[in-house]
């Protein structure tokens, strides 16, 4: 909780400070993406939470960490066509949470394969808020 | 927008921002990618698989495939409208025109597929190391540029 609230703070600075305009239309941190989904939701990013939706399937097959891996600061595999994929997590892969664009697409497929349906604001906030927390 | 008990109103406007820029930024990826069509394939599809080589498959296939990636083998592969209708026109503008539509589109149930690999014992393509027929990668280290030689094939334990 504290250190959802340090992100979304560290969020408003960065965008206010480098911008000088009330919005910034160019890269996002993964800071930024997480006060954008908290913003959404109807309560704060709860991390614990996050790793709890990761781990677990959700009446499917997979879960995110079937291919993402347990533990996402290492490589994960696909399932299906075993081709690596490369750590999710932003402490151990820099690209990662970059661009809402791109990470929209990729929650709306992997979130219809594994929870068979699109995922809500509180939910991204809740993963991103733990994939935030982990370091290598 | 409600009930953010305990967030700031400047986090808020700053959040409502970021999810503001969406359409414009989805309008700016259409710019140099538009230009190389291989390379829009290479990012949206070689994400989860090796980008196979358009000529591995024939025309016919590609439309099939392009038209219902929201199903793709068992996976949601969904693309925005302006992508799916530059990787149609591109997948099928570069297959294999004369060649015959494998079952179920897939080229690893091609006849010149299984011809090729027929030497391999079947046990191969269950190793975890290869984990499937369709992971090129495992033992062919140029899949990704397209280079199937068999010079560059190494078949992993």
Not at chain 1, 17 to 41: K, N, Q
Not at chain 1, 65 to 92: D, S, W, Y
């Amino acid at each position: 909780m504290i250190k959802s609230r340090i992100a979304l703070a560290a969020a408003a600075s960065t965008v206010l400070a480098s911008s000088g305009a009330a919005c910034r239309a160019e890269a996002a941190t993964p800071a930024d993406l997480l006060a954008g989904y908290a913003a959404h939701s109807a309560r704060a990013p709860d991390a614990e939470q996050g790793r709890s939706f990761f781990a677990t399937p959700h009446g499917r097959d997979w879960s995110c960490a079937t291919c993402h891996g347990a533990n996402p600061v290492a490589e994960g595999r696909h399932a299906a066509t075993g081709k690596p994929i490369l750590p999710l997590a932003p402490g151990a892969n820099p690209t990662r949470f970059m661009d809402l664009d791109k990470a929209e697409k990729w929650f709306r497929r992997n979130c219809r394969d594994v929870v068979g349906r699109t995922c809500t604001d509180a939910e991204k906030a809740d993963v991103l808020a733990w994939l935030i927390t982990l370091k290598p | 927008m409600i009930m953010n008990a305990g967030i700031p109103d400047v986090v808020l406007t700053v959040a409502a921002c970021l999810f503001a820029v969406g359409p414009a930024r989805a309008g700016a990826a259409q710019g140099p990618a538009a230009a190389d069509p291989a390379a829009t394939y290479r990012q949206e599809c070689g994400a989860c698989h090796v980008a196979f080589a358009p000529r591995l498959l024939p025309p016919a296939s590609w439309n099939a495939l392009t038209a219902n990636l929201p199903q793709h083998f068992g996976t949601d592969a969904s693309v925005d409208p302006v992508i799916q209708k530059r990787l149609a026109d591109w997948l099928a503008s570069q297959g294999a025109a004369g060649r015959a539509r494998p079952q179920g589109d897939r080229i690893t149930l091609s006849p010149w597929f299984r011809h090729e690999h027929s030497e391999l014992p079947a046990g191969v393509w269950f190793r975890q190391s290869v984990k499937s027929a369709s992971n090129c990668g495992a033992c062919h280290q140029g899949a990704d540029s397209g280079v199937f030689d068999e010079h560059d094939v190494r078949i992993p334990r």
